[in-house]
């Protein structure tokens, strides 16, 4: 099978829905399948093992990170599109990808599904906040119900995130499919090397967070968490790996407080080398993004033999299960600080959820969701022809009982 992918973000923009692109399309080429994605053009590349049509793009003023790609720009790839022989189109982000790709899906007569990566009624607001938080939703609401049922079917990461599509009155088939782990997230790497070169000590009681420093992922929680940690926790160190549109905040925020040299910024890790030995470098992964539609980087924490501590809200329940690599708190400073604690205090207990953190993860292997998205693939292009399948969602239902 051929897929064409289309997104807005794509490496070297780190995100989860590159994370996404990048874990699937490794797994669909061991399986043997092809796949092409277009995406924008950044100053520096990066060469994955599949085909990638780079776009001209432009800078957002608002988000630097970011590219917005040109719609005509792709709509000249058609040509060379129709020599390919594509099978389905898969669109991975809402923004210019998404009528990209139902314009190159029409153009070339196949049909199309989409990934809902984003929970954009929880999102707008962190931007917008002179704005009336009821009108954004509202807003938010129509635009992801619209796209959704432009499509022929929808791959959602979790089942929350299902549920609210089905409330804002998406009608198409849903197929629940979480990103798995590629292999290489459960590699070890020497814990001392990272310390080194991060001048952190060899006691030092590493807090790990990891992902996009923006305002919906809650990083400014964590800080008064921190700082909620009694006396005795004096070699809790928090650290704060990855880029985005409150890093500037966040730094300026960590050099007022007085636990200012304890909380360490260090930007962006690079994923096959850095990311792995901050993980193993690290004590406890600390999370509370209440905005996540998965949450892939708590099950890429705890590959790595890193116990957990994080609120459980929209898609990372699904991920979370309480004492399986992880504890999971309510979004409250005094408590989230009061179960890292009970970590901080027992060696034993995080050796025991270490542990079970690897058992677990291991049980969201890359190739086994790869082989759902291309039977949700299968059976959407059964119902472009016409044929009879069963429904995405009891097929969905079967595989997860059966991987249980």
């Known amino acids: 099978m051929h897929i064409l992918m289309v997104s807005d973000v794509y490496f070297p923009r780190i995100n989860g829905v590159s994370t996404s692109i990048q874990t699937f399309a490794e797994a669909f080429v061991e399986l043997g399948h092809r796949l092409t994605l277009i995406a924008p053009r950044y100053p520096t590349d990066f060469s994955p093992a599949f085909d990638v049509l780079r776009v001209t793009s432009i800078r957002l003023p608002f988000d630097p990170e970011d590219r917005l790609m040109s719609l005509r720009a792709i709509k000249r790839l058609v040509p060379q599109l129709r020599q390919l022989d594509i099978d389905i189109v898969h669109i991975q982000t809402p923004f210019v990808a998404h009528y990209a790709g139902i314009h ?20 707008f607001e962190k931007y917008l906040p002179w704005l009336p938080n009821g009108w954004l939703r509202a807003i938010a609401r129509r635009y992801s119900c619209r796209q959704c049922n432009e499509v022929d079917a929808v791959v959602s990461p979790s089942h929350p995130m299902r549920d609210k599509l089905r409330e804002y009155g998406v009608k198409q088939p849903i197929a629940v499919i979480p990103t798995g782990l590629p292999p290489q997230s459960f590699g070890r790497i020497a814990k001392n090397r990272f310390r080194e070169r991060h001048s952190l000590e060899t006691d030092a009681f590493v807090l790990l967070y990891v992902g996009r420093v923006a305002h919906e992922k809650n990083v400014d929680f964590l800080m008064t968490m921190f700082q909620r940690l009694p006396e005795r926790a004096k070699t809790a160190v928090l650290l704060i790996a990855g880029e985005g ?11 007022a407080s007085p636990d ?124 472009a022809a016409g044929e009879p399948g069963k429904t995405m969602e009891a097929t969905s239902v079967r595989a997860e009982v059966k991987a249980e």
């Open 260 to 383: 200012a040299d304890r909380i360490l910024l260090v930007g962006y890790l690079d994923r096959e080398t850095e990311l792995l030995a901050c993980y193993q470098a690290s004590d406890v992964f600390v999370f509370a993004s209440e905005t996540e539609t998965q949450g892939l980087v708590l099950l890429e924490a705890m590959a790595s033999g890193l116990p957990v501590v994080s609120t459980a809200r929209m898609g990372t329940r699904d991920v979370l299960v309480d004492g399986e690599g992880c504890v999971v708190s309510p979004l409250d400073a005094d408590a989230f600080a009061e179960r890292v604690m009970r970590l901080y205090d027992s060696p034993a207990q995080r050796a025991l959820l270490s542990g079970s953190a690897v058992a677990y993860a291991r049980r969201w292997a890359s190739d086994a969701k790869a082989f759902e998205m291309v039977a949700c693939y299968e059976r959407t292009l059964q119902a």
């Open 104 to 123: 190159i899906a029409h153009a070339l007569g196949l049909p199309v599904i989409a990934s809902y990566h984003t929970f954009f009624e929880a999102y």
């Open 245 to 255: 549109p409150a890093l500037g905040a966040l730094r300026a925020r960590a050099l």
